[in-house]
């Protein structure tokens, strides 16, 4: 087989353009600032400093990571939770019009944007009472992590053999065991991916808290890196800790669970 | 494992048990059903709704009739916004497909380096648009930044204080974040095309050139319509990193729609006008995903360009 020059050179090239902007964000974040602004950008800092993460942790991020885990986990869980029981009523029950009417509802959650119902969504939590709490921005997460999680969730159900429904009837379990008990640890491989999938949409989310939340205390991290920028101004390495520092936690769970992701992503959506 | 893969059968069976156990299903999806309905249902109704009201936001909310259409369709903003957006999609479009397609084929077809690529390829999918913003932002300060540290000149461009080169920034930004995610959907759609299609190519002298413009793109067709509707919808609603790293300046150079949305409403406090920007992008994008499926449904006849 002949070498393809024209995608190979390509892979190399973009893996510089990928690569060059972290590893730049990494090595500023060791600099002081003072040698930031006279040394080259490119050069690895000449003595490395911790300095800047101090500053970071020192302005908060504690809290704001402690904050975004709250949500994160807090919606994730449930988000899965429910798009799973209505992904399994869903194909279990697919003569049943109620259900095909149901599963079409969350279909065309599919094609509604966040962005565009953000003014409405604000309006709900103001007269809940919610307004500037983390609860306020589980909420619209867990809605928003529905319709693509129970797509993914329902197509793998429906892979699973109806001999073993029928067995499990036999058996005499209803349909509340049979969902816990066997269409639940077969689906595991899908509920990860989706799991990790909302996690990091949920995790990098910015508009929510943006609207919803003001005051520090119920900051999460990717708004904290926007006030953090605007306070600091012109300490580059301090944004580039802070912007290393929230990006480390997804990277980790990125490196454990990536095999999931990909093939999850890959199946999901490569059809 | 890609356990994922096997093609559902569509839901069109209708042999499935029902009557009386369907009841007892439906309390099962009641509550994702309810909390949905809540927050995603009722805020879809509600932005309708509230674009025939005056609202700032904190007072009561007044009906007003068509005040705020008239508002935001008689204001040139809106028409430049719709512009700006449509011009950032179309770009972007432009750079990720042919980008992610080669990619993904490549990656598809090389599994030496592929463990190596896809640990460091793919880091820009797991950053946040606030961190990637802020990031580039400080890299392409032109005093400190790219074109100081390169020592190429050209590099040392005020490159988000233009409003040309902020546009072409935000382009390739978009792409920066975005290509890793769709080369990983056409590497996965490149491994599932048939080997024996290939192998029949070469029998029949076709080279490499030809087997990617006769094989892999047709076949790739449902692919990059699929990515297309991501891309194109993705676009409509691009609000964190803009409004991050430019905040729609300089000016309003990329004061998308999503964002026009955003100042409209909790900027200047007219939430009227701005939910009817928000119907305006809901519509769009309904629009344009439904012309992609059109797209997609012509005959199965594989045109040689893919979209």
Do not use: C
């Amino acid at each position: 087989m002949r070498r393809n020059w024209i995608g190979g050179s390509l892979a190399w090239l973009w893996l510089i353009v990928a690569m060059v902007p972290i590893y730049w964000v990494v090595i500023t974040s060791f600099k002081t600032q003072a040698s930031y602004f006279i040394t080259n950008t490119f050069a690895p800092p000449t003595e490395p400093i911790l300095d800047n993460y101090q500053d970071v942790l020192e302005a908060g991020f504690v809290r704001y990571f402690l904050n975004s885990v709250t949500v994160s986990v807090g919606a994730v869980v449930p988000a899965v939770a429910v798009s799973f029981m209505a992904a399994y009523a869903i194909v279990r029950g697919a003569g049943n019009r109620w259900l095909r009417s149901i599963n079409s509802v969350f279909m065309l959650g599919l094609a509604i944007p966040l962005q565009a119902v953000v003014i409405p969504v604000y309006l709900i939590i103001i007269r809940l009472q919610m307004y500037d709490t983390l609860a306020a921005i589980i909420l619209p997460s867990i809605a928003f992590a529905i319709p693509l999680s129970v797509l993914v969730l329902a197509n793998f159900i429906r892979d699973v053999p109806k001999e073993l429904f029928e067995s499990m009837r036999v058996d005499g379990a209803g349909e509340w065991g049979t969902m816990w008990r066997l269409a639940f640890p077969l689906t595991r491989p899908a509920l990860v991916t989706v799991a990790i999938y909302n996690t990091l949409s949920i995790w990098n989310g910015f508009i929510l808290p943006l609207i919803l939340t003001q005051s520090e205390d119920q900051r999460t991290m990717p708004l904290a890196l926007w006030t953090f920028q605007s306070e600091y101004g012109v300490n580059t390495p301090a944004i580039a800790a802070s912007v290393t520092l929230t990006t480390v936690p997804i990277v980790l769970a990125y490196a454990i669970g990536r095999r999931q992701l990909l093939s999850g992503l890959t199946a999901g959506f490569g059809k | 494992m890609t356990t994922l893969a096997p093609p559902a059968a569509r839901i069109t069976e209708t042999t499935a048990p029902s009557g009386g156990r369907g009841g007892a299903l439906i309390w099962l999806t009641l509550p994702a059903l309810l909390i949905f309905t809540a927050f995603a249902i009722v805020p879809l109704f509600g932005v309708l709704a509230l674009s025939f009201t005056t609202w700032n936001g904190l007072g009561t909310i007044h009906p007003s009739g068509l005040d705020s259409w008239n508002t935001v369709l008689t204001e040139p903003g809106l028409l430049h916004a719709l512009g700006i957006t449509f011009l950032i999609m179309g770009l972007s479009w432009l750079v990720q497909t042919p980008a992610s397609v080669l990619l993904g084929v490549f990656l598809a077809a090389h599994f030496r380096y592929r463990g190596f690529l896809a640990v460091l390829y793919f880091i820009p999918l797991l950053l946040s648009s606030a961190a990637i913003a802020i990031t580039y932002k400080s890299l392409l300060d032109p005093n400190f930044g790219i074109g100081s540290g390169t020592g190429l000149g050209f590099l040392s461009q005020d490159w988000l204080g233009d409003s040309t080169l902020a546009v072409g920034m935000l382009v390739f930004i978009v792409s920066w974040q975005y290509i890793p995610f769709h080369t990983l959907i056409y590497q996965g759609a490149v491994r599932s095309i048939p080997k024996t299609m290939y192998e029949a190519a070469l029998i029949d002298g076709a080279g490499r050139v030809r087997q990617f413009f006769s094989i892999t793109l047709p076949q790739l067709k449902y692919t990059i319509i699929t990515s297309s509707t991501l891309m194109v919808v993705g676009s409509l609603t691009l609000f964190d990193l803009i409004y991050v790293l430019t905040a729609g300046g300089p000016g309003d150079a990329t004061r998308v729609l999503a964002l026009d949305m955003y100042e409209t409403g909790f900027g200047k406090s007219l939430m009227g006008p701005a939910s009817a920007i928000a119907v305006i992008l809901v519509l769009v994008g309904l629009l344009l995903s439904q012309l992609l499926r059109r797209l997609g449904g012509r005959g199965d006849e594989s045109q040689q360009e893919g979209v």
